[in-house]
């Protein structure tokens, strides 16, 4: 049952274009149904009762399935599922839901931790960090040395599609780090679709570096675009790892 309690403008709609005042629609309707003022009580009593049901199972559960991200909407707009930042609406989804992400540029580091997808709006939706001095560092490999990366997937599957990394503005990585890495998997599965890689022009830099981490592990990547990087364009390493790349 979806329950809407969010009203938007028309440049920042509802989720899937929804508008509050169901209740208010279908106010005829419960008349000709009930027959009458006790049957509307009566019809008004059960919807109360459901909704307040529906209400505290998501407040308990505290996560919501999909929530929406825009670096630059009104600000009455951010709420329970809406951000402004792409980690902030990691950190608040459900596990296996969807982080839907606007048209903008986003300066930051992107960390994946549990199962969901993370969806741009293509090219127009830019992961841009302009600068990697205070990323978190991640090894490619048991005892191997650090990398810093745009967008790290670690200890959860995950689908990344229809978005762009731009790491052109990073010319230096943090102390204990050896490469820029535009997208990290770590020992995980999941899937790299439509995504564009672009710029990264650092020492050794790998636009997309998968690695089993020891793991069995599977992950398909489909319809990406990667140019302009120093190194290597995708780098699939160590025993138990399946990439398909298409």
Not at 86 to 98: F, K, L
Not at 130 to 146: P, W
Not at 175 to 196: E, K, M, P, W
Request: aromatic share 6%.
């Amino acid at each position: 049952m979806d329950i809407l309690i969010f009203s938007r403008s028309n440049k920042y709609p509802s989720p899937g274009g929804r508008r509050m005042g169901f209740l208010s629609r279908s106010r005829s309707r419960l008349c000709n149904v009930a027959g009458g003022v006790l049957g509307i009580v009566l019809i008004v009593v059960l919807l109360l009762g459901i909704l307040s049901v529906s209400v505290v199972q998501v407040l308990a559960d505290g996560m919501p399935s999909e929530v929406w991200v825009d670096d630059d909407a009104p600000s009455d707009w951010y709420d329970a599922t809406h951000f402004k930042t792409i980690q902030e609406g990691i950190d608040a989804v459900a596990e296996g839901g969807i982080v839907h992400v606007a048209e903008g540029i986003y300066d930051e580091q992107v960390i994946i931790d549990k199962p969901l997808t993370l969806e741009g709006q293509g090219d127009t939706t830019i992961i841009k960090p302009s600068t990697a001095d205070n990323f978190t560092l991640f090894s490619r490999k048991y005892g191997g040395s650090d990398n810093t990366a745009a967008i790290v997937v670690a200890n959860a599957n995950a689908t990344i599609k229809n978005l762009k990394i731009d790491g052109s503005e990073i010319s230096s990585v943090p102390s204990g780090a050896n490469r820029f890495v535009g997208i990290l998997y770590r020992g995980v599965n999941g899937t790299i679709d439509s995504v564009t890689v672009d710029g990264i022009n650092i020492a050794d830099g790998i636009a997309i570096y998968i690695s089993s981490m020891g793991k069995e592990s599977n992950v398909e990547v489909k319809g990406c675009t990667i140019l302009n990087f120093y190194k290597n364009g995708i780098t699939a390493n160590y025993e138990g790892l399946t990439v398909n790349i298409t």
